[in-house]
């Protein structure tokens, strides 16, 4: 009965043990898996992102007017990149940059009050004597006032939010950058903008056309 006991316990451990590893391999089964997945995905964006070669700017949505002077700048920053073909003719395009644009302004009010107080007096003594006696006469004046005068001052901030993705053909999104700016000192919000968006386009752009590298076992 004993021995029979010690293996029946024998195998009960034996098979907790081995549920156990077929667990955990299916847990990095599952992960390795995801990984894959995801270079995988990662791999076949940054190919067809390589694959553009003319690129059209659609009209962005969000504040009309300033939307469109986004967009122009957009235009000009590719067209200066010398990386793509710019059309104005998105069926022809290898891919299309949509999007949206919109600028917030907040005023921001000041108020303070300067008061200055002012007062003169004047006064004066006069007397008189003779034989009998003499007498004294005086008087005095004075004013006092107060000035106050109340400066106001504002100022504007202007908070401004592109948010463009690259579309094929196919209407795969195959890139998408979403950028902030409050203007700079050289350009204005919607320059500032569209400036930083393609930069990033151009560094994704480079970092796709990079040799891979191999991680070390």
Request: glycine fraction near 10%.
């Amino acid at each position: 009965m004993c021995v029979m006991a010690l293996v029946l316990l024998c195998g009960a451990s034996a098979l907790a043990w081995a549920q156990g590893v077929a667990q955990s391999t299916a847990r990095v089964t599952a992960r390795d898996t995801t990984s894959s997945g995801e270079a995988s995905d990662t791999a076949m964006q940054q190919a067809a992102l390589m694959a553009v070669k003319r690129v059209c700017v659609a009209t962005l949505t969000g504040d009309e007017k300033f939307a469109q002077q986004v967009q122009e700048m957009l235009i000009s920053s590719l067209f200066a990149a010398k990386r793509f073909r710019v059309t104005e003719n998105c069926a022809k395009a290898d891919a299309t940059l949509k999007g949206t644009a919109t600028e917030n302004k907040e005023v921001a009010s000041r108020y303070e009050d300067e008061g200055i107080g002012f007062g003169e007096s004047a006064g004066g003594v006069r007397g008189s004597w003779n034989q009998s006696g003499g007498s004294v006469s005086g008087g005095a004046a004075g004013v006092a006032g107060l000035a106050s005068e109340t400066l106001a001052s504002s100022s504007v901030k202007n908070s401004t939010n592109l948010a463009v993705r690259l579309v094929n053909t196919d209407g795969e999104v195959i890139w998408a950058t979403t950028q902030e700016s409050t203007g700079s000192k050289m350009k204005g919000p919607a320059a500032d903008l569209a400036d930083r968006a393609v930069k990033q386009l151009l560094r994704d752009l480079d970092k796709a056309a990079a040799p891979p590298t191999l991680k070390p076992k």
